[in-house]
């Protein structure tokens, strides 16, 4: 029997068993050289046994909470939004234009959609029903979903406006006058909690700034997708829904989200503003209902602006 050692051949005589403890053995060889030449084997470690752990039932509650874990973020994601948003509405509004103006507008529901973002992460912030029916219709989200973040997302809007109303009751009180609840006129709180277009808009000019308003919102979006934008997307859309408000909400409010108009204009009907709430500006109510949606999904990976102009957002297939 001959064993290689680097450059060295050896012919192995003799060999001898060494035990040196439990951990390690080795064999000992005499070469034709007259050289002991060590072989070492290393024990195979014992198996250790397998542990079976038994998995404790789900609790009921567990199981409640994990099913509307995402329709309760969306709900609280969304009234976080109208609570600031509404809010510094009612601020300018109510103290007549003294405790900011329309910029502090602007920069509120930037930090209302950036806050309402961050809240609802777990369900993907998406805040508005045309946001979440693009996710639908271009991203493959589950179509059974829709159904459920649309009513979250107008849950949460109305409880955002009911809050925003009992904290602001005072100061309504204060700008109307006790128990005056009117719409349209330059005493009225109504425009505290939805949108109203300018007395000089007319039915296609309304239709076309939240048009257009939409269409910005979602294009932007999917390019904060593209480009990565991760944890950083709700600090982007801070400046997004600023510069919008900022650029294209004189006209109509920018609604641009159906949850955030249509659930507190609700909520201002029922709390004494009479059917003024849905006729105002020509029935524009419906305006923000619909034109989000049809933006939204002129955006989409198949929309007009992407597929032609632009970029395909493959990302979002």
């Given at each position: 029997m001959s064993t290689q050692t680097d450059t060295e051949i050896v012919e192995v005589k003799d060999d001898v068993v060494l035990d040196n403890g439990p951990d390690l053995r080795f064999k000992a060889s005499q070469s034709s050289t007259g050289r002991m030449v060590e072989h070492?084997?290393?024990?195979?470690?014992?198996?250790?046994?397998?542990?079976?752990?038994?998995?404790?039932?789900?609790?009921?509650?567990?199981?409640?909470?994990?099913?509307?874990?995402?329709?309760?973020?969306?709900?609280?994601?969304?009234?976080?939004?109208i609570l600031f948003g509404d809010g510094v509405v009612a601020q300018v509004v109510l103290s007549d234009g003294t405790k900011g103006d329309y910029q502090s507008i602007s920069w509120g529901w930037g930090l209302a959609v950036m806050i309402g973002v961050y809240v609802a992460k777990k369900s993907g912030g998406h805040l508005n029903p045309a946001v979440t029916l693009s996710n639908c219709v271009f991203r493959g989200f589950p179509w059974h979903k829709f159904p459920i973040y649309f009513i979250a997302q107008l849950l949460g809007a109305m409880a955002g406006a009911f809050i925003v109303y009992f904290n602001y009751r005072s100061a309504i009180?204060?700008?109307?006058?006790?128990?005056?609840?009117?719409?349209?006129?330059?005493?009225s709180?109504?425009?505290?909690?939805?949108?109203?277009?300018?007395?000089?808009?007319?039915?296609?000019?309304?239709?076309?700034?939240?048009?257009?308003?939409?269409?910005?919102?979602?294009?932007?979006?999917?390019?904060?997708?593209?480009?990565?934008?991760?944890?950083l997307t709700p600090l982007c859309l801070f400046f997004l829904i600023f510069g919008i408000g900022a650029c294209f909400g004189w006209q109509t409010g920018y609604a641009i989200n159906?949850?955030?108009?249509?659930?507190?204009?609700?909520?201002?009907?029922?709390?004494?503003?009479?059917?003024?709430?849905?006729?105002?500006?020509?029935y524009y109510f419906w305006i923000p209902m619909v034109a989000p949606f049809l933006g939204y999904q002129d955006t989409g990976d198949d929309g007009l602006e992407v597929r032609i102009w632009i970029f395909r957002c493959d990302s979002m297939q």
């Open positions: 070492r084997e290393h024990p195979t470690p014992p198996e250790t046994p397998l542990e079976y752990v038994q998995q404790e039932p789900e609790l009921a509650w567990g199981k409640i909470r994990r099913h509307l874990q995402e329709p309760f973020s969306e709900f609280f994601g969304t009234m976080v939004l009180d204060n700008f109307e006058g006790p128990g005056i609840r009117t719409v349209g006129l330059n005493t709180s109504a425009g505290v909690f939805c949108t109203y277009p300018a007395p000089f808009m007319t039915r296609g000019g309304m239709f076309l700034s939240e048009f257009v308003a939409s269409s910005i919102l979602m294009f932007s979006i999917f390019a904060f997708v593209d480009a990565g934008a991760g944890d159906l949850a955030r108009d249509f659930g507190p204009r609700l909520v201002s009907y029922i709390l004494g503003y009479g059917s003024e709430v849905w006729s105002a500006g020509g």
